[in-house]
Structure formats: C-alpha cells, structure tokens
C-alpha cells in the first residue's frame, strides 16, 4: 500500500477514535490529574500547596487504614475465588453438553438483575431474624452483617451475582482447546490430572487473564451491594475504600478525599501492572 | 458405566446450582404475589397475632417461602394506582440508561475498531490507560466529577451520570478484545475484492460485531439502570432521582410493595437480556479468546 493510503487510513482510524477520546480526556483523565491536584493543597479557596500533608493525615487516620486494608484483603480473596469456583463450574458445564446455554443464561441471571431487587432477599437471610438464624442460631440469633463474619456474607453474595460472567469466558476457553490436544497425550501415555495442568490451564491462559481484569473491576463494584446493604457506616469489616471517599465527599472533606484517590490509583495502576506482567509472560512464553 | 455416573453427577450438581443461583429472583418474583399483611407477618422480627404459632419467644424468624398463602395481585395495585410517583421514577431511570446504551454503541464501536486494526505507534499506550481508567471505582473521580459537572453546567441534570457513562472505556475494551480474536482473513478477503475503508466497516465488521455489541448493550443497560451512586451525589430533587435509589431506601417498614417494585424494577432488565442473551453468550465468549 502506498505511504499516501496508509496515512489516510490511520488518519480515518484517528477519525473513528475520535469522540471516545476526547470523552475520556474530558471526563476521566483530566478529573484525575485534577485529582492529584486538590490532594496538593490545602482548601479550595485559599489553595496553598501543602505538599503531602494531606496524604500524611490520611495515613495516620484509622478510617483510611482501615478502608485501605479491607480493600485490599477483599480483592485479594476475592478475584481468586472468583476464578477458581468459575474455573470448576465451566468445567462441569463442559462435559455436560447439551443444556450449556441454558445454563449459561441461568447463572448470568444474578449479574442482570439489578442489586436493588434483592437487597431485602439478602437481607432476611442474614438479618437477626433471618433464615440463617432460623437453621442454625435458634437460641442465640445475632444480626450478621453486623458482625466480623460480613466480610464473608460480602464474599458470597459477590461470588453469586458475578461467578455467571467467568463462567461463560472459561466456558469458552475450554471450546477452543483442540480436542487433538488431548488425544495426543492420552497415546503418549499421559494421566488425566496431568493433562489438566499441562494442557488445560496452559490454553486458558489467555482467558484467565481477562477473567483476572473483569474480576477485579467487579470486586471494586461490590461496594454497591455493601452500601445497599449496609449503608455509609458498615461494620468494620466491610468498611471499604469507596465508603470512605464517599464519606469524604459528604462531609466536604475534598482534599483527604483526592488524597485517597491518589492513593487508590497508585493501587490500581500497581494491579495492572502486574496484570500486564502476566500476559507479557504467558505471550514470551508462546 | 463410570463416565455416565460422573455425567450424572454433574448434571445434578449443575442443576442444584442453577436453582442456587436463581432462588433469590424466585423469591422475589414469587413474593411478589403476596399481600402486604402476608408480607408483613412473613418478614418482621416482631410477634404478631398472625405468625406467632411460627415464633420463638420474643423474636419471629423470617417464613420465606416460593408459595404464597393467597395469590393476590394487591401488591401490582398498589405500585401502579397507589404510587404515581413510582411510574415517574421509573420514566427517570430510562431516561438514565437508554441514552447512556445509545452513547456507549456509537462511541465505542468505532473507537475499538480503530484500536484492532490501526498501526499507530503509541496505541498500546493509549489502550492501557484505558484498562487503568477502567478499573478505578468511580470514587476516585468524585470531586473533580462534580466540580466538571458544575463548570459545565450540568451538575443537577442527568447529563452528569449520562456524559461520563457514554465515554466509558470498557465498551472499547470489550469491543476490542471481540475484534482481535476475529480472524483477519475477513478483512484481507474483502480488500482483495476491492473494498474502500467504509465498504469493509459496513459489510464486514458490522454484522460480525452483532454478538459483542448484544453484551455490552445487556452490561451496559444493567449498570445504569442499577446506578445509585452517581445519582446520589448529583440528583437533589426526589421527583427526578431514578428508581434504584428509591428502591435502595424503601426502608423494612414500606414492606408492603417492596417485592412487587423489586420485580417490575427487574423487569426491563431481564427484558433486554432474553432478547439479546445469546448474542450476549457468543459476545462474552469470543472477547475472552484473545
């Protein structure tokens, strides 16, 4: 193709990208940098720059800590079980063949309805008199969501309404594995197990990754349910970075809040990087 | 012999599972059906006339059931003559994702077909900062959001929720990620045959597209029509926030329509996922094989 061809094509591409570019600078990229500024001073009328005092005060406040922990222990228990329990299910639903798109369409179900239609169903289970107590504390009920095992009521309700998604991207690794792959073991005298992890996960591999990045968004998404759940001021368990920006927010506390925006996008910008890590890897590797 | 136990075995498994996973919209449409007193007696901690053969000495433990006592269409009622302002909040979530969904298809779709095929220097660069974009919450953004929203004006209208929403980048991560996996041959083929830059858009990333865009439509629908934070900090007025804060503040005490809102509120959503649910199935597989 000649010069003048290509770039007219890359300026029509240019084109194309156009709109959602500017979007996100308008929108995303320079809110942030704004961001990074507001935590640099120290009251939006007098904006004298105050270095990193702000981030000091932050740090030094039990809320944030706490916020800041609880994230992070959320996601990381979070994002594995979240691709281990998908993991076995697409496994399952693999060697069941016909019925794959039913049930596919059933366990997408909780990610479709909308988290206000089933707050009050999560609620009357785990609620002092709820259907938990009911089975299992008859004497002694007790309010669990106000209780350190919230964290785990969290779990499950995340891993109910966001496993579906996983499910269908592992479901469709699993149908793109040539089936000569295994066969070939199988002559060379390979075991079953063996050919899981030699095979199996090393195709996956690809997938993995975006279920890793979907994983994490959602994880971060979970804060909806835990407000609708619990409000501003959950348990100290469940007290998540989110609550605490909002929280900021609400009290005008804006430059601890930017502040803790910094902090959170260092956070995740760390987490793609490391994501980014493992496909730059797995792709040396092929 | 044992190939058809394990078969077995997971099919069981797989359909407990399933009926795991869907109790609780069961619940919710199956309640739905029943009165408010049904409701009230079923659900409260307290001991009432009506449920105290079920209760322990002072505490009466939620009677969830799929089957209601008397099948009544009292609480439908209810919502719709007993509540005008139920149809209006409703009206305002639509007038939220409707125009949010529009945005994301024509923003994103030429936007991730630029970054599948273009061979820009710096495009990976760029893509990244999407995927870090992408996975920030939204907190992150509040203020600055907010201050934006108020430059531009903006701030007590919906165009606040709606311009950010529009812009997400995961509509062109998902597209994208749809478009690498495609097998080039398409495209080759179709400019051998001659086709212009515009040509091959139309006849051939188009239609190819269908199951991506499905998901992303189904994903991007649920997320605004569910969307309680955003709406929070920039709708005031209580006649114009959408039905997902309402519902997210009707309180133990306005039990008496609360799955029957639950219910219709779901309903647009479940709506737009069987109509687009195996497009969306096809959409979400392919994305993830490269």
Redesign the interface.
Known sequence: MSKGLKRKEEFLFFLLALPSLGGMMLFYIIPYVMSIYFSLIDNNVLRNHVGLKNYIEIFSSGAFTLALRNTIVFISVCVPANIIFPLIIALMLFKAGKYRNLFGAIFLLPLVVPSGSVVHFWRSIFTTNGIINKLFFYDNPVNWLETSFSGLIIIIIFLWKNAGYNMILFLAGLMFIPKEYYECYHVEGGGRIKAFFSITLVYLAPTTFLVMVMSVINSFKAFKEIYLLSGAYPHNSIYMLQHYMNNQFQSLNYQKLSAASTVVSLFVLLIVALLLLYNNRRHSGE | MGRYI??TI??I??IV??LA??F??L??VSNSFMSAFEITNR???YVTPANVFNA?NN????E?SLIPNFVTLKQYFKLFFGSPLFLGLFWNSVKIALPVVAGQM???A??A???A????RYKEF?F??????????L???????Y??ADTLNIDESYLAII??G??N??G?FLLR?YLNGLPVEYIEAAKADGAG?IRIIISVIMPLLKSAVAALV??TF?EY??V??QAV?FIKDSTKEP??VY??R?SQENMDL??AA??F??LP??L??LFG??N??EG???????
């Open positions: 394990t078969k997971h099919y498994f797989l599972l399933a996973f869907s609780p919209i619940v919710a659900y409260t901690g322990n505490i009466h433990f939620v969830m024509l923003i994103s030429p936007a077909y630029a970054f095929f273009s061979r820009f760029i990244f900062i999407y995927i870090v974009v992408m996975l920030m919450p907190q992150v953004s509040l203020v600055p959001n201050i934006m311009l950010p529009m812009f980048p995961f062109v990620q830059f189904i994903l649920v029509w569910n309680v934070d900090i039905l997902s519902l997210s009707l609360i799955f639950s219910c509120y779901m959503t479940l737009v996922f649910q195996e969306m199935i979400i597989q392919l994305s993830g094989i490269k």
